[in-house]
Each structure stands twice: as structure tokens, then as C-alpha cells.
């Protein structure tokens, strides 16, 4: 069994995580979703990922969990919570207008940078859409 965590704030991140788990999940395995409620993020895109997350990933079990503050520290705490063995971020919000213009399409989000080098499992860096 294997449990992997997806912190994850848009349908287009979770797209991606169901695109690098098919093949790979078991009945046996866990995708932990986590959604984090941030201040001028609609709660829709939050509930709308899920919606796709429980479509997507059969099958494995899919287990939701909702935080509340900053993100990169709510993944933290759930990865303690769950003793995940992956964890699953995208490069950024995963929304491809929230990529300011003249920036590249592979720039890190603030919470990925966050995460990576600080967390004791192996992180994916999902890819961005295609803009």
C-alpha cells in the first residue's frame, strides 16, 4: 500500500496528479487530498479539485482533508497526520491565468518552493497546463 498526498488548489493540479498516478494506483493505495482555504481563492476551485480527485483516481481510497491558513504549513502538518510516502504539488496554483505575464510557465509557486528540500518524503512537482 501506498499513500500519497495531494496538496492541491485547482482542478488543472489535480488533472495532473491523476495523469502521473494512472497506471500506478492499487486498490489498496490512498490519495490523501488536501485543500487548503486561502484568502481571495474561491472555495469553489478548492471543492471542484476534489470533485475530480474522487473521479480520477480510482482506485484507490480517496480521503479528503480541509485546513484552513498557510498552505506549505497545513502540507507539513498533514504529511505528520497521514505518514505519506509522496507527495504531490503542483508548480504553481495550477490555474494557467495566475501566471503573471512576462513569467515563465515553469516558475515555482511560493508553497512549492516552501515544500521542497524541507519535507522528509520524495516530492512531484506536477506539471503547469499548457498555457
Do not use: C, K, Q, W
Amino acid at each position: 500500500m501506498t499513500r500519497f498526498l495531494l496538496a492541491t488548489a485547482s482542478v488543472h493540479t489535480t488533472a495532473a496528479a491523476a495523469d502521473y498516478l494512472d497506471g500506478r494506483l492499487d486498490a489498496d493505495d490512498e490519495v490523501v487530498v488536501l485543500t487548503v482555504d486561502e484568502p481571495g481563492v474561491p472555495a469553489r476551485d478548492a471543492s471542484d479539485a476534489v470533485n475530480v480527485a474522487r473521479s480520477r483516481l480510482l482506485p484507490a481510497t480517496v480521503t479528503v482533508r480541509e485546513r484552513e491558513g498557510d498552505p506549505a504549513a497545513a502540507v507539513r502538518a498533514t504529511l505528520d497526520e497521514t505518514d505519506a510516502d509522496e507527495l504531490l504539488v503542483g508548480s504553481r496554483r495550477g490555474d494557467p491565468d495566475a501566471v503573471p505575464s512576462g513569467e515563465s510557465d515553469a516558475a515555482l509557486g511560493s508553497t512549492t518552493r516552501a515544500l521542497l528540500g524541507t519535507v522528509d518524503v520524495p516530492v512531484i512537482v506536477l506539471p503547469a497546463p499548457d498555457l
